[in-house]
């Protein structure tokens, strides 16, 4: 503990406060004035202003639901639990949180980033059969430590700096993509009108557009990484809590979905689209994603086709053959049926010279991003670890 901080439990500094659900089939008791939160409604940002769903008088008083003042951190105690934000308006909430009011001796951002950093721990004090969640009795017992307050205040400043930039060069990467947008439209219209009128011909005449495999093998704590949807992050493949399988599995794999370095693979269950362009630094397979494979004698580039499946022209085009109920996917006839422009081939290389210049600007600002958010990592460990 360092010297003048104190160690005190969330009761000490706080007030845990949850909520519930009125009645759904009670009309009265919904589309009111009142805001009223869920779990899933917490994506990530420090502040909630609004909520999807608002609440009438009537359903806060037969529900005997208690307001969040504004200040108010919420806590998701359940599916999934340790999701954190602070309200800037006041709300009401479903049962799915144990959340605190501080006292005049926490400082709600303080705590806020506190348990940011605690989710793991917050997690192994869940209890429960069906899924996890932990009890406001629980909550109440974690304890925090508290420094003197003007000290909590400089420990925000401090990671809200950090985050500040984390943010500001992420929206420099949103303004790349839509630089590289503004470029692909200028050069070529929109793919699906083609007011320019290219030849026209489908993906699947152009590539060779396979999927990876659809069956299961057994996973194995060391082998070759088997890429699925999930795999596929910020327009690149990430390895991180990917599952792997052993070499018979990878061989029988890749003797049909082989993936080679500059070939594309874009997510087509569950998530769609959001194709990416493989810059292999390792051999894997594929499992449920799309594969566009380039031929030699090839008509198309890699970083063309790839404009045309990040666009929303194409956006469009998948909604409307989205098959599935709860989780949607997209045949891979469908993709492979795809209608395309196509541009004489030294037009789309010039395309391809242009966006590969805005690619290497990409690429700086996401390894600063990285620089960051590791020094943000050690920032939150250094006070709270």
């Not at 420990?155 to 790349?176: H, N, R």
């Not at 999930?230 to 003797?255: A, M, T």
Request: charged share 25%; with cysteine; hydrophobic share 35%.
């Amino acid at each position: 503990m360092k010297q003048k901080w104190t160690c005190k439990t969330l009761a000490e500094v706080g007030t845990i406060v949850g909520g519930s659900t009125p009645k759904t089939n009670v009309a009265e008791f919904w589309d009111g004035k009142n805001y009223w939160v869920t779990p899933a409604e917490l994506k990530g940002d420090k502040y909630i202003n609004e909520t999807e769903r608002t609440i009438t008088d009537m359903a806060v008083k037969c529900t005997n639901l208690t307001l969040l003042p504004v200040g108010t951190v919420l806590l998701s105690s359940r599916a999934p639990i340790g999701k954190v934000c602070i309200t800037r308006t006041p709300m009401y909430c479903n049962q799915g949180f144990k959340n605190i009011i501080c006292s005049e001796d926490l400082y709600n951002e303080y705590l806020y980033w506190w348990l940011k950093g605690k989710t793991a721990y917050l997690n192994s004090l869940g209890v429960g059969a069906t899924f996890k969640e932990i009890s406001k009795r629980t909550v109440e017992h974690i304890e925090v430590p508290v420094p003197p307050k003007d000290e909590q205040e400089r420990i925000v400043a401090e990671l809200d700096l950090l985050t500040g930039v984390i943010e500001k060069l992420k929206a420099q990467l949103q303004e790349y993509d839509k630089l590289a947008q503004s470029i692909f439209y200028d050069m070529f219209g929109d793919p699906i009108e083609n007011p320019k009128g290219w030849d026209v011909k489908e993906l699947g005449k152009v590539c060779d557009v396979r999927d990876g495999t659809h069956d299961s093998p057994d996973y194995v704590e060391q082998g070759y990484p088997l890429v699925t949807s999930k795999n596929v992050v910020d327009g690149d493949i990430s390895f991180d809590n990917v599952n792997y399988i052993c070499q018979e599995d990878f061989d029988n794999i890749s003797k049909r979905s082989y993936v080679d370095d500059g070939d594309i693979i874009m997510p087509m269950i569950g998530t769609i689209g959001k194709p990416v362009i493989v810059r292999k630094t390792r051999e894997f397979a594929i499992k449920n994603v799309a594969l566009i494979k380039f031929k030699v004698d090839t008509e198309v580039v890699n970083l063309f086709v790839r404009a045309i499946m990040s666009s929303a022209a194409f956006d469009t085009y998948m909604k409307t053959k989205n098959k599935g109920g709860t989780q949607k996917f997209i045949a891979l006839g469908d993709i492979r049926k795809l209608c395309i422009p196509v541009p004489p081939l030294a037009l789309q290389q010039s395309f391809a010279d242009k966006i590969a210049s805005i690619e290497k600007q990409k690429a700086a600002i996401t390894q600063s991003i990285a620089e960051t958010q590791k020094l943000l990592d050690y920032t939150m460990d250094k006070y709270f670890g």
